[in-house]
């Protein structure tokens, strides 16, 4: 009994210790379905989807992240402040269809932006690269996509996601000063 649990527990440190992350899958929008591989990632997702987006206005990877979340999928979303203002953004119907508690916005500090773009998938897959989740990446930009199936990985992005997420909202801005008439000098 204790030479079978030895040899189990000598296979198991070797599997550990060869095991190694799937190679990472690179994709263009010019030439690859890069929304379409989204989706695929989301709709593969079963516990969470953390998001770090600067603009989502592509109605296919919202309807896929409110599929998810009806299937009691874990999605949080944080988007860039002045994105998620703009007119063709999805952030207020993300807002209606998820719920306030996981939809954020956030900023940069000063003028900054909330630029990064990346996704968390069960702790264990990470998308990243400069594509957008929108209509104008998907139709018209030349955009990367990199696929990351490793627990390492996904592990050091989640840490990232959490900062984001827990860090402070934006504060509004000050009443516009501008406006109001300045006192003349005598």
């Given amino acids: 009994m204790k030479l079978r649990i030895l040899f189990a527990g000598l296979v198991l440190a070797l599997t550990l210790a060869t095991a190694r992350a799937e190679d990472p899958q690179v ?3 010019r030439s690859d379905p890069v929304a379409r591989i989204l989706v ?3 709709d593969a997702a079963h516990q969470s989807i953390h998001l770090l987006i600067y603009s989502l ?13 009806a299937r009691g999928v874990d999605v949080k979303i944080v988007m860039d402040k002045t994105q998620a203002d703009g007119n ?9 269809k998820l719920g306030e508690k996981r939809v954020e916005i956030r900023s940069g500090k000063g003028r900054g ?5 990346m996704a968390v998938y069960d702790g264990l897959t990470v998308t990243l690269g400069s594509f957008n989740w929108t209509d104008n990446a ?5 955009e990367n996509l990199i696929v990351l199936r490793d627990a390492r990985l996904a ?19 000050k009443p516009d000063h501008a406006s109001k008439p300045k006192p003349k000098k005598r």
Avoid at 88 to 96: I, M, N, R
Avoid at 138 to 142: G, I, K, L, V
């Fill in 113 to 117: 932006v909330m630029h990064e773009k």
């Fill in 40 to 42: 695929r990632e989301i």
């Fill in 138 to 142: 998907r139709d018209n930009n030349w």
């Fill in 57 to 69: 206005t592509d109605d296919d990877l919202m309807n896929a992240l409110v599929r998810a979340a």
């Fill in 155 to 173: 592990a050091a992005c989640e840490r990232e996601f959490q900062r984001v997420w827990t860090s402070p909202r934006p504060k509004e801005p």
């Fill in 88 to 96: 063709s953004s999805l952030f207020d119907a993300l807002v209606g």
């Fill in 27 to 29: 994709y263009f929008s």
